[in-house]
């Protein structure tokens, strides 16, 4: 049965608030922000949202970045204690497929022939790698995703860092967004 939120009955007062708890909310940069020489996760302060105790949210968005070939990015969620869910970006893997012969890989470097994608699904409290081509070669990384929130409310949002400590900035850029349903 498909989930919706929240659930109306007949005869029921529609308000204002029960007509923006229906709304997805976009949570969107609207400044550049750049880290180096860490790889502590940091909550994005731009792209965060508040969290109903024992609720579903689903997400989807979209991350323009940049990074040294030897930072990479580190991507993840920050999430109140007892959040559950599941989480994946489709964005540069950090193997560069080569035209070498024998089938070789190349790290991390622009090329012609093409570069990995990561698929694969994270627990929301996991991280994932993506690769940087280095600083004035932008990327982007979709996301998806589901949180389920339990009896803790609060702030949860997109947290990420270098993976690797340069001094080269690492930028997540303005306009990047994401955008949470609340379905249960």
């Known amino acids: 049965m498909p989930e919706a939120y929240p659930t109306l009955v007949a005869g029921q007062r529609l308000t204002a608030s029960l007509l923006r708890s229906m709304q997805p909310q976009v949570a969107r940069k609207?400044?550049?922000?750049?880290?180096?020489?860490?790889?502590?996760?940091?909550?994005?302060?731009?792209?965060?949202?508040?969290?109903?105790?024992n609720s579903v949210y689903v997400f989807e968005g979209w991350l323009a970045y940049d990074s040294d070939i030897a930072a990479d990015i580190l991507i993840g969620f920050t999430t109140p204690s007892g959040t559950k869910g599941k989480w994946t970006g489709?964005?540069?893997?950090?193997?560069?497929?080569?035209?070498?012969?024998?089938?070789?890989?190349?790290?991390?470097?622009v090329s012609t022939w093409g570069y990995t994608v990561r698929v694969e699904y994270?627990?929301?409290?996991?991280?994932?790698?993506?690769?940087?081509?280095?600083?004035?070669?932008?990327?982007?990384?979709?996301?998806?995703?589901?949180?389920?929130?339990?009896?803790?409310g609060?702030?949860?949002?997109?947290?990420?860092?270098?993976?690797?400590?340069?001094?080269?900035?690492?930028?997540?850029?303005?306009?990047?967004?994401?955008?949470?349903?609340?379905?249960?």
């Open 154 to 184: 609060g702030t949860w949002g997109l947290a990420w860092a270098q993976a690797a400590s340069t001094a080269t900035n690492t930028t997540i850029f303005t306009d990047s967004w994401l955008k949470a349903q609340r379905i249960a």
């Open 90 to 109: 489709y964005g540069t893997g950090t193997t560069v497929i080569s035209g070498t012969s024998g089938n070789a890989t190349q790290q991390n470097a």
């Open 30 to 53: 609207t400044a550049d922000t750049s880290v180096q020489a860490t790889t502590t996760l940091a909550l994005d302060p731009h792209i965060q949202f508040t969290a109903e105790a």
């Open 122 to 152: 994270t627990d929301i409290t996991a991280t994932r790698t993506f690769g940087g081509l280095n600083v004035g070669n932008p990327e982007s990384i979709l996301l998806q995703g589901t949180c389920r929130f339990g009896p803790t």
